[in-house]
C-alpha cells in the first residue's frame, strides 16, 4: 500500500520549514573526530551491526567544511579545547553538536584542570548523551533526538524568536553549581 492510497484526495499539504527539516535531518554528515574511548563506540555505529548509515550518515567526512554535524566523543583537554573550536567553526551553517559521554558534557571523573567541565563551554550543544562510554545504542538514540530537532527547526525569522527564546531560558536555568543532587 503506497502513501497515496492513504491521503483522501492525492495531494499533501505541509510547510517550507517541514520540508527544509525533512531534507536537513536526512542528509546529515558526521566530522571525522574522537578525542578518547568514547569515539571506539562512535566508530561502531559504523559497523552493520548498528548500520548508520539507514540514516544516510555513514559518510564520516574527513573535512568539516563538508559536516554538519560534530559527535564530541571524549574529555576535552585544555589543550585541544582549541582546535575543536576551529573545526566547529570551519564546518558550515546550520551545524549540530552531540556531547556523547559524560566526559565531553561535564568533565566526567576528569575534575581537574587539564580536563574542560563541559564542552558546551567552548562550543553550543544540541544533545547531550550521558553514560561512560554510551553504547553505540545510546548514540543512535541521541541521533533520533537530534532528527527530532532538525526537523522542527525554525527558519528566518522564526529561528531569530527560537534563537532568543532559547537564550532567554538558558539565562534563567538554574546554575550547575546550584543544583541539588540526589542526596541534598
Ligand atoms: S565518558 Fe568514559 S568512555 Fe567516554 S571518554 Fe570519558 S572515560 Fe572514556
Not at 21 to 45: D, N, Q
Not at 92 to 108: H, T
Not at 142 to 156: F, M, P, R, T, V
Request: aromatic share 6%; proline share 7%.
Amino acid at each position: 500500500m503506497g502513501i497515496e492510497e492513504k491521503l483522501p484526495a492525492g495531494f499533501l499539504l505541509t510547510t517550507v520549514e517541514q520540508i527544509a527539516g525533512y531534507m536537513r535531518k536526512s542528509s546529515v554528515w558526521p566530522a571525522t573526530f574522537g578525542l578518547a574511548c568514547c569515539a571506539i563506540e562512535m566508530m561502531a555505529v559504523g559497523t552493520p551491526d548498528y548500520d548508520i548509515a539507514r540514516f544516510g550518515m555513514e559518510r564520516f567526512s574527513a573535512t568539516p567544511r563538508q559536516a554538519d554535524l560534530m559527535i564530541v566523543a571524549g574529555r576535552v583537554s585544555q589543550k585541544m579545547a582549541p582546535v575543536v573550536r576551529q573545526v566547529y567553526d570551519q564546518m558550515p551553517e546550520p551545524k549540530w553538536v552531540i556531547s556523547m559521554g559524560v566526559c565531553a558534557s561535564s568533565g566526567g571523573m576528569f575534575n581537574n584542570y587539564a580536563i574542560v567541565q563541559g564542552v558546551d563551554h567552548i562550543i553550543p550543544v544540541d544533545v547531550y548523551l550521558p553514560g561512560c562510554p554510551p553504547r553505540p545504542q545510546m548514540l543512535l538514540n541521541a541521533i533520533l533526538e537530534l532528527h527530532d530537532q532538525i526537523q522542527n527547526s525554525k527558519l528566518g525569522v522564526n529561528r531569530v524568536h527560537a534563537a532568543r527564546a532559547a537564550e532567554k531560558a538558558a539565562l534563567e536555568a538554574t546554575p550547575t553549581h546550584a543544583m541539588k543532587g540526589l542526596l541534598a
